[in-house]
């Protein structure tokens, strides 16, 4: 084993050798030493996304953090390659921002419920229907959705992006619990357009200030209040953390709702006894492998498919082969790089 190979299997090995068994873990050091070797190479950077499994996540990433986080770090890097370990819409991201670079997703399908959930001919329905109305568009939908809306947000910056704007009414999409979350916190009345009644004559009787869609994540749907009910009758003392991709009614039960890195940073800032993160399960991992003296619960049923897709074989095979290109068609990529942009400079 090469000195780098043995320095990276023995981080893994304190931090994974209860999960992953040894054999596993000397071939992904071997796998992440090979990738570190061509990253350097290749001038390249690989940013990645706090849902990635705990070994490509301890190993291989020169970022870490969540949507928001790695758009900016996307802007500001100045290697000649970006390697984005997450799903498409983030790589197309950060192809938005830095044209000039070379962005490889490591999986040719790397998907997002959300980001199917919406198209941009749906987006100019909804302007015609609601004219004048800012259009927030969530960083969870591919680039011509972007393209086609005023601003975009992420969970770390929703509510600050829609007070941003001083508006009567603001149309967000496509997440209809991210929207109802936001819409609590600003204390505005949503309203999904498939239950208005036609016509524009009713629509004004209803009282409203936002507009959602009806996407939602099919991870962070599942998780039910039932369960925050169950663990804390066993548990009373665990701290809830939720994604405000769940539901209103889970996130008003948990004891903390916020974007990856806010609950990755709140367990990191609080000395609880235990927590549950309703989150991807991957990101418990995540934290568990680092901080063994935290007590991390998992109430895991579903793993995020698309993350999932991402692995340190496909990461290698993405630098040796070039693949699989990020490309935005530039009349798009500079109505998108509008929106993205506008977003980062609310800070
Ligand atoms: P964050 O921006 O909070 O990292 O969320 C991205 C995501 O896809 C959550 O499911
Ligand atoms: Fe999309 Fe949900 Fe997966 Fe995040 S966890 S990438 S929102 S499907």
């Not at 490889?104 to 109305?133: H, N, Q, W, Y």
């Not at 819409?183 to 009345?189: C, D, I, R």
């Not at 399960?281 to 901080?291: E, K, L, V, Y």
């Not at 935290?294 to 991402?310: A, D, F, G, S, T």
């Amino acid at each position: 084993m090469k000195i780098e190979a043995e320095t990276i299997y023995k981080d893994l090995s304190q931090k994974l050798l209860n999960i992953v068994p040894d054999s596993e873990l000397r071939h992904l050091a071997e796998l992440a030493c090979e990738i570190n070797q061509l990253k350097r190479e290749k001038n390249a950077i690989i940013l990645c996304h706090n849902y990635m499994t705990p070994a490509l996540f301890h190993s291989v990433a020169d970022i870490a953090g969540d949507s928001l986080e790695l758009s900016r770090k996307a802007a500001q890097t100045d290697r000649d390659i970006i390697v984005f370990c997450g799903v498409k819409f983030m790589a197309e991201t950060a192809k938005i921002l830095s044209p000039e670079k070379t962005v490889l997703l490591p999986a040719d399908k790397a998907g997002c419920s959300l980001a199917e959930s919406i198209t941009a001919a749906d987006v100019r329905m909804l302007k015609e229907r609601f004219p004048g109305v800012p259009v927030v568009t969530y960083v969870n939908t591919y680039a011509d959705v972007k393209a086609e809306c005023d601003i975009c947000c992420t969970s770390g910056n929703a509510v600050a992006v829609v007070e941003s704007l001083n508006a009567d009414t603001v149309i967000f999409l496509p997440d209809e619990f991210l929207a109802k979350n936001v819409a609590a916190e600003t204390g505005k009345h949503i309203i999904l357009p498939s239950l208005l009644p036609g016509g524009s004559e009713e629509e004004t009787q209803i009282e409203y200030q936002m507009i959602g869609w009806e996407g939602r994540c099919e991870v962070h749907e599942i998780f039910s209040v039932q369960d925050i009910i169950n663990v804390r009758k066993s548990f009373p003392d665990a701290v809830i953390l939720a994604h405000p991709e769940c539901s209103p009614e889970v996130t008003q039960a948990a004891d903390f709702s916020g974007s990856t890195s806010a609950m990755i940073n709140h367990v990191e800032e609080t000395s609880a006894p235990r927590y549950l993160l309703l989150t991807e399960c991957a990101m418990s991992d995540n934290i568990a492998s680092a901080r063994p003296d935290k007590e991390i619960m998992r109430l895991c049923r579903v793993r995020c498919p698309h993350m999932n897709e991402i692995t340190l074989e496909g990461t290698l095979n993405a630098l040796k082969y070039n693949r699989y290109v990020i490309e935005v068609p530039e009349d798009i990529r500079i109505r998108a790089e509008r929106s993205v942009v506008r977003m980062l400079q609310i800070g």
